[in-house]
């Protein structure tokens, strides 16, 4: 899609319509040094599920601020994915260009304008028609240098009858302190595909992180799209929208938080099933500890027949000082459709506590298991190693709770 | 003596729900503890394994000569007590067998584990699924017994094994639990009895508004309740007094 370089500059001032609005001026847009895959690159990276000792043999793509620094493809997926720097796609199909800035708006805010007109990064991914990949293909965004903005564009098309699992880990040195990620992904499910999209987010207490997801799911296709963040972020605003195009098109937006210290997130979705016989689920189990604040928003709109559409948000509070709120949102448009939703915010159950520990399990160790259980990852549907490294991340998260 | 009650009172919400109440309870004995509705049964379970909400007014709770009415529940637990509970808790996130591996935990044998769950016909299916969610009342019962069964503990507290529970796993638990206690004690509470068909208990307790009101052979104190009720007891009480 063509911008108007005009407008965008004027939309560099628009603050966004949720979260803390940030000055982009006290972000750096240079890259300190030469990037490299270094210890603390794969250690950190591991943390968000991306396995880089192991980014010889599955499909990789690692960006580093501002550079794509590696990216490789299974042999035996080779043909059956196409997977590139988004300027490389860019250069190489016209389609492609096309495809950009169709399903968020560049002048949505100073974020999507920085994004378009600053930009640098990011990956193009196709997984070709009828193909079915269930090795994860994994992708991390990595930021190195102090108070970087690292912002992205990134396209993933999965052609009609294709099946794939996408991760991506985005994450920062341990000891960068500021810093401001945008990263923009529009995701084209054609007719008949399914696709699981992970994303795990890890980051120091001074983050400032802007997401901007954009989603279109065609006739007879899935998409299920999860979001799992653990510990610190200065703050986080994200609201990715989706359109159910088709019929019988599937989506499920199901997020995972545990947040501490004084984290600040805000977290949404928005899904309109235009065509007929759509289903929807918003998910959100969160945990807040210390002063961590939490908002997180649901809202489902339904204009085609016979749509469905449930969002549920738990909450799980463990501070006086903390802070969650759910604000979940129905519209329908069709008298066919059939919309629910539930939210529930509340310390950890006493009765569950006094359950385990009638089991001869301390009361510390019982406080973990309940909230460890309650960050469910069922719902995500990942294959079973991911499920398991995942599940390790969270008790490294969790660690000393 | 492996648990002595004295005179233990105990409230909640500021309501008084057991009145002095003294029990005994000698190792390899089983125990049986009747009474109606509201009577104060699993009040008394909950007092004896320490129930922070069940406040103790007065009396002592001794098992195996340690006083353990200051203790937390998870080492009165530890010290070798299991309860298996009427109505237990869903726990969403926590799998079943996650939660039998960590009470089996140097306690019972992997093998023995292992055999138990084959012999209460507790399913992989079964062990994969959450704590308590969406199970049916046979399958809440087997897997309390199996939890409790892992623990491997000197003392079994068991409110109501028989209630909600439908003819075949009545079966499966009723020998099971008869196979567990040849070597170990006892408190089985029981509303309707039907869990006496399986298990021979030496005692039986009648509780009555938070006491305990008679004590005496199992078979002939439940056949007096079966045929005329609880009024029975209430008559003996009476008589017990004048």
Request: charged share 25%; hydrophobic share 40%.
């Amino acid at each position: 899609m063509q911008v108007d370089e005009e407008e965008l500059r004027k939309a560099l001032n628009k603050p966004a319509t949720y979260g803390r609005d940030l000055d982009l001026s006290q972000y750096s847009t240079r890259a300190v040094g030469e990037p490299e895959v270094v210890k603390e690159v794969i250690e950190r990276s591991f943390e968000v599920g991306v396995d880089l000792r192991k980014r010889d043999s599955l499909t990789t793509f690692l960006q580093i601020d501002h550079r794509a620094l590696y990216k490789s493809i299974q042999r035996r997926l080779e043909g059956d994915i196409e997977l590139m720097p988004i300027e490389e796609a860019v250069k190489r199909y016209e389609w492609v260009r096309e495809l950009l800035w169709r399903l968020r708006s560049p002048y949505e805010d100073k974020y999507t304008a920085f994004n378009a007109l600053h930009g640098s990064g990011g990956y193009f991914l196709r997984i070709l028609e009828d193909r079915k990949m269930h090795i994860p293909i994994q992708a991390c965004f990595f930021m190195f240098s102090p108070g970087i903005i690292q912002s992205v564009h990134n396209i993933i098309v999965a052609d009609p009858g294709s099946e794939a699992q996408i991760l991506t880990g985005c994450t920062t040195h341990p000891k960068i302190s500021r810093g401001l990620h945008v990263g923009v992904t529009e995701i084209y499910v054609r007719s008949g595909a399914k696709l699981n999209y992970t994303m795990i987010h890890k980051w120091n207490p001074g983050f400032d992180v802007r997401p901007r997801t954009g989603i279109l799911v065609e006739d007879d296709a899935a998409l299920l799209h999860n979001y799992i963040a653990l510990g610190y972020v200065g703050s986080f605003q994200s609201y990715p929208t989706a359109r159910l195009l088709g019929e019988n098109s599937k989506i499920a937006m199901n997020n995972i938080v545990y947040l501490q210290g004084s984290s600040e997130m805000d977290l949404g979705g928005e899904v309109i099933m235009e065509g007929d016989g759509g289903r929807v689920e918003l998910l959100t189990n969160a945990v807040a500890a210390e002063d961590a604040r939490i908002i997180s928003r649901g809202r489902i709109v339904c204009e085609g027949e016979d749509g469905r559409g449930h969002i549920s948000c738990r909450g799980l509070m463990l501070s006086d000082s903390a802070e969650i709120s759910a604000i979940p949102c129905l519209v329908s448009r069709k008298m066919s459709s059939e919309l629910t939703h539930e939210a529930a915010i509340g310390r950890i159950a006493e009765d569950q506590l006094f359950y385990l520990m009638a089991r001869g399990i301390s009361r510390e160790e019982a406080e973990s298991l309940i909230v460890r259980g309650f960050l469910d990852l069922s719902p995500m549907k990942l294959p079973d190693h991911l499920e398991k490294g995942v599940r390790k991340i969270i008790d490294m998260a969790l660690e000393g709770f | 003596m492996l648990l002595r009650v004295e005179n233990l009172h105990v409230e909640v919400g500021g309501k008084l729900l057991l009145k002095g109440v003294d029990m005994e309870i000698g190792e390899g004995e089983t125990h049986v503890l009747f009474g109606p509705n509201g009577s104060g049964k699993s009040s008394l379970v909950m007092a004896l394994i320490g129930h922070p909400g069940y406040r103790l007014i007065d009396g002592r709770i001794f098992f195996k000569g340690v006083d353990i009415t200051e203790k937390p529940i998870d080492e009165r637990i530890r010290m070798g007590m299991g309860v298996v509970f009427q109505n237990p808790p869903r726990l969403y996130g926590v799998k079943l067998r996650e939660l039998i591996n960590r009470v089996a935990r140097d306690r019972t044998r992997e093998d023995g584990v292992l055999m138990m769950l084959d012999r209460l016909n507790i399913s992989e299916e079964l062990l994969e699924r959450y704590v308590n969610v969406g199970f049916s009342g046979g399958e809440v019962k087997r897997c309390e017994i199996a939890q409790v069964l892992a623990m491997n503990p000197d003392l079994l507290i068991l409110d109501e094994p028989d209630s909600g529970v439908d003819v075949e796993n009545l079966e499966l638990i009723g020998k099971e639990l008869a196979k567990i206690l040849e070597d170990r004690s006892a408190l089985v509470i029981t509303h309707h009895g039907y869990i006496l068909r399986y298990l021979k208990p030496s005692k039986a307790h009648v509780m009555l508004q938070g006491r305990i009101v008679c004590d005496g052979d199992p078979d002939h104190i439940l056949n007096q309740i079966m045929r005329e009720g609880y009024r029975w007891c209430e008559r003996c009480r009476l008589m017990r007094k004048s």
